[in-house]
């Protein structure tokens, strides 16, 4: 169990969230599974960030650690990674979570068609989330903030790998590692275009 308490009472509240989201989501996938024979995305996996990660990120925005920081002014309590086979599938998955009627959108990102400065790639969604459960507010039916990611395969391979070097703080070569997952950014991301173009011709045939 971690030292910090920075959910409070809502933690349990948190993990339901989660599940609920990650239902409808897997629900949709399987009925485009059966009505049109292929998932929509590869794997999905959720995760509540860990409470000392949440209280450090309270640290660095100068927030007080508290539930309301953590739950009513930051995001990304609640986490969910989509990672899809194409990059189309992306985007058919955005189609289908802006739909849900429980869902609003508060902000997105598009880092696949504008990649940031170091190579990286992803679509970001930051969703509310109106479910039957008191919030941190006071509220029932409650608010809740959901950050969702959504990659190709290439992009969450990319980003492990980024994320690791990231955590390195010994590495040598540091000028040349930052320039070389730059260019393998790049690469990959010349490779997600070709699989796309492929599957294209493939279904129009």
Sequence with gaps: MEKNNIYGKYR????????????????????????????????????IKTESSMAEKCRRRNLPETPESALAVLYDAIGIRIVCNFIDDI??????????????????????KQAKDNGYRSYHLILEVTAPYEDVLGNNPGKFFVEIQ??????????SLEHQMKYKKTVRNQTLIVSELKRL????????????TIRDLIERS
């Design 12 to 47: 349990p509240t948190l993990e339901k969230i989660m599940q609920d989201l990650s239902d409808q989501i897997t629900a949709y996938n399987n009925e485009e599974k059966k009505r049109m024979g292929v998932s929509v995305y590869e794997h999905l996996t959720a995760r």
């Design 150 to 159: 959504l990659r190709t395969i290439a992009m969450d391979s990319w980003a």
């Design 91 to 112: 985007y058919r998955n955005l189609h289908h979570i802006k739909k849900f009627e429980n869902c609003s959108v508060v902000m997105e990102k598009d880092y696949i």
């Design 185 to 196: 950014a790049d690469e990959l991301a010349s490779c997600d275009i070709s699989m796309q």
